[in-house]
């Protein structure tokens, strides 16, 4: 229903804010990590926010970006995550790590949440993997900023686009730096 609410932020507390928009009080839960990216009170603040329909009345949970909403629409989407268990996902886990973990299927490091078991982490894992898949953490981010200077370096080295492609299609996740990526790169090369 409410997409975005801003206005002037008049409470703020670790689990909820109010944002006072013309004249109306907004309740909204957020998790701590939102609740400090906010301003001080008496300040402009924005929040995405999804809303929650329920038998006794109607709940807002802000988010400070409108990927964090995405994700935790899709997070809820799964099969026994309602909106407070995936406030709870996010205040244990940071959203790329979340990510990370669905990706590769690591449903141990969703057992950490207080709540979620190994089947409900499995559940997890398997509902929510596809669903995902286009969304990017930080880290493959920057990894993929990386391969673009190691494509460049390879291609002023005379190696052709699909020989440089399948380097760094094989290059192992866990080497982080653009000399360490470029020397695997070289090295599976000259095999």
């Known amino acids: ?46 929040l995405f926010c999804y809303t929650n329909f329920k038998q006794d009345g109607v709940e807002l949970y802000g988010f400070a970006s409108e990927r964090e909403l995405e994700i935790f629409e899709l997070l809820i989407s799964a099969n026994g ?41 499995q559940r997890l894992v398997l509902e929510l993997r596809d669903k995902i898949k286009h969304y990017k953490s930080e880290e493959e981010v920057a990894l993929m900023e990386t391969d673009v200077d190691i494509e460049k370096a390879l291609k002023n080295l005379g190696y052709r686009q699909n020989e440089i492609k399948e380097a760094i299609k094989n290059l192992p996740s866990k080497v982080k730096k653009t000399e360490e990526r470029l020397r695997a790169a070289l090295k599976f090369l000259s095999k």
């Open 1 to 46: 229903m409410f997409y975005s609410i801003s206005g002037k932020l008049i409470i703020k507390k670790q689990n909820f804010v109010v944002v006072e928009a013309n004249g109306i009080g907004f309740k909204l839960f957020v998790s701590s990590k939102t609740a400090r990216q906010l301003p001080k009170i008496g300040s402009h603040s924005a």
């Open 81 to 121: 995550i309602g909106p407070k268990a995936g406030l709870k996902i996010f205040e244990a886990i940071k959203i790329d790590n979340l990510l990370a973990a669905i990706k590769q299927g690591r449903s141990d490091l969703l057992t950490k949440v207080a709540g979620i078991g190994d089947k409900k982490a």
